[in-house]
């Protein structure tokens, strides 16, 4: 499968503990996003990256949240000291951004349960 | 007010039937437009992709783009029980943004 992928698919843990989140996006892919969504709505930007840099972050994101794309290729997404805010679906996506657009594929998801 | 308005539904329509989903937008630089399927406890899977106003068809599904209006459909003719699930239009301008989903259910 040359897909996007997630891990873990779930993940339940209790209040205050810290959580990490990894994706590989599809190989040849130069972007990577990640995203939140809670039950009935779209996904919500969180940060993207170009390559291993981080371009865009959210103002939403607060700063228990960060995101690395060390190499270029795989990311994680790490919450610290984790509130039940913090459940919901993480999605992340990749795509090959060129000048005439991009258009992102995502993952499976990592559903966070925060206890 | 959000950069991108969608219905969430729920929409419910017999098998065959002829499904319209919209959505508005109100940043006129949007150029890209998207729309994606998402089924229960699963990820978005991109459906259609048009750039600018105008239509684009594939099998059964057609996206329409008006951006004098700001506003995009997509259309499902024929629909299928296996239609059933939220759909999500997303724009890009520097970052995508995403309409909060329609929940179609098809009803055999």
Known sequence: DTGVSQ??????????????????????HNRLYWYRQTLGQGPEFLTYFQNEAQLEKSRLLSDRFSAERPKGSFSTLEIQRTEQGDS??????????????DTQYFGPGTRLTVL | QKEVEQDPGPLSVPEGAIVSLNC????????YFMWYRQYSRKGPELLMYTYSSGNKEDGRFTAQVDKSSKYISLFIRDSQPSDS?????????NQ??????TSLTVIP
């Open chain 2, 85 to 93: 699930a939220t759909y999500l239009c997303a724009m890009w301008r």
């Open chain 1, 88 to 101: 919901a679906m993480y999605l992340c996506a990749s795509s090959l951004a060129t000048s005439g657009g």
């Open chain 2, 96 to 101: 995508f943004y995403f309409g909060t989903g």
């Open chain 2, 24 to 31: 508005t937008y109100s940043n006129s630089a949007f150029q």
């Open chain 1, 7 to 28: 891990n873990p698919r779930h993940k339940i843990t209790k209040r205050g503990q810290n959580v990490t989140f990894r994706c590989d996006p599809i190989s040849e």
